[in-house]
Nanobody, 125 residues
């Protein structure tokens, strides 16, 4: 059974870059045809999909984040990472990594089958 674990700073200052890593165990991030997504949930709001890196290394990002998002991977460590630039207090949220069955299809509509527990990130002004 695949397990995902988010890690990274819990506090980031405005205008800086938020960096998080998801460590995957029980399955390889290069296995066809999975996607590895980042999702967040601001306080009092719904889930927002941010982007994905697929089994083949291709990436797709939510247009709503206007180019601030970058997702990369380290296959030797079975990890994938999120960078969100120019953060503001509106980026305060619980951030989740998840495995999805949508793979490298460029769509914001994803089907998830495994989630990390989430990590709180607060952006200070």
């Amino acid at each position: 059974q695949v397990q995902l674990q988010e890690s990274g700073p819990g506090l980031v200052k405005s205008s800086q870059t938020l960096s998080l890593t998801c460590t995957v165990s029980g399955g390889s991030i290069t296995t066809s045809y999975y996607g590895w997504s980042w999702i967040r949930q601001p306080p009092g709001k719904g889930l927002e999909w941010m982007g994905v890196i697929a089994f083949d290394g291709s990436t797709y990002y939510s247009p709503s984040l206007k180019g601030r998002t970058s997702i990369s991977r380290d296959t030797s460590r079975n990890q994938f990472s999120l960078q969100l630039s120019s953060v503001t207090p509106e980026d305060t949220a619980v951030y989740y990594c998840a495995r999805d069955l949508t793979g490298n299809i460029p769509t914001i509509m994803r089907e998830y089958d495994s989630w990390g527990q989430g990590t709180q990130v607060t952006v200070s002004s």
